[in-house]
């Protein structure tokens, strides 16, 4: 697509439901990056992806945070047992470039915004 | 938590002002960026700097990179309501896979 589409754009969840946040990156980018952002903060990093490989998930804040991009396309971030302190907007980014040569430009969707209740 | 300091963390701006926001850090970058967020919206790139002392700019945005590389500005010039939103520096780690952002300052409109 023409560039990073999440779904859903809004997520309501009660607290201990588990969800699933998917990002569908620009069409042939190798890295895709998750990250998390609470109100008035700036955006915290979740974990990274080059291709399919989970390279680093050193962002991820418990073990109730789980990613996978199993063919090296789209990916899902899924939630589970959901507290009140995972509300927040995640955001998805992808980029043409890998590791080697990331320059920091990051293309951006326009996130799913949890709310546990 | 945030290791990059913005300043200030918001503003009022009237059409047509010049506008001037920095970052700070403690430790020394080799790659400061600056990224806008309109709301629900995903941030956006404005301008990259890659070399201690550059200046870039980008129509009306300026920026800088330090040349102690812990610092960067960003300037506006001529300001229009659309530059209305929150402006993020970043740097990217050393290992090239992730960016780290600031608190963010946020530019609103003067009543």
């Known amino acids: 697509g023409a560039g990073v589409s999440q779904s859903p754009r809004y997520k309501v969840a009660k607290r201990g439901q588990d969800v699933a946040l998917r990002c569908d990156p620009i069409s042939g980018h190798v890295s895709l990056f998750w990250y998390q952002q609470a109100l008035g903060q700036g955006p915290e990093f979740l974990t990274y992806?080059?291709?399919?490989?989970?390279?680093?998930k050193s962002g991820l804040p418990s073990d109730r945070f789980f990613a996978e991009r199993p063919e090296g396309s789209v990916s899902t971030l899924k939630i589970q047992r959901t507290q009140q302190e995972d509300s927040a907007v995640y955001l998805c980014?992808?980029?043409?470039?890998?590791?080697?040569?990331?320059?920091?430009?990051?293309?951006f969707g326009e996130g799913s915004r949890l709310t546990v209740l | 938590g945030q290791q990059l300091n913005q300043s200030p963390q918001s503003m009022f701006i009237q059409e047509g002002e010049d506008v001037s926001m920095n970052c700070t850090s403690s430790?020394?970058?080799?790659?400061w960026l600056w990224y806008k967020q309109d709301p629900g919206e995903g941030p956006v790139l404005l301008i990259a700097l890659y070399k201690a002392g550059e200046l870039t700019s980008n129509g009306r945005l300026t920026a800088q990179f330090g040349i102690t590389r812990k610092d960067s500005f960003l300037n506006i010039s001529a300001s229009i309501p659309s530059d209305v939103g929150i402006y993020f520096c970043a740097r990217l780690g050393a290992a090239g896979n992730k960016l780290t952002f600031g608190g963010g300052t946020r530019v609103l409109v003067k009543p």
């Open positions: 992806f080059q291709n399919e490989a989970q390279l680093d």
């Open positions: 430790s020394i970058f080799n790659t």
């Open positions: 980014a992808s980029s043409s470039r890998g590791l080697a040569g990331n320059t920091g430009e990051l293309f």
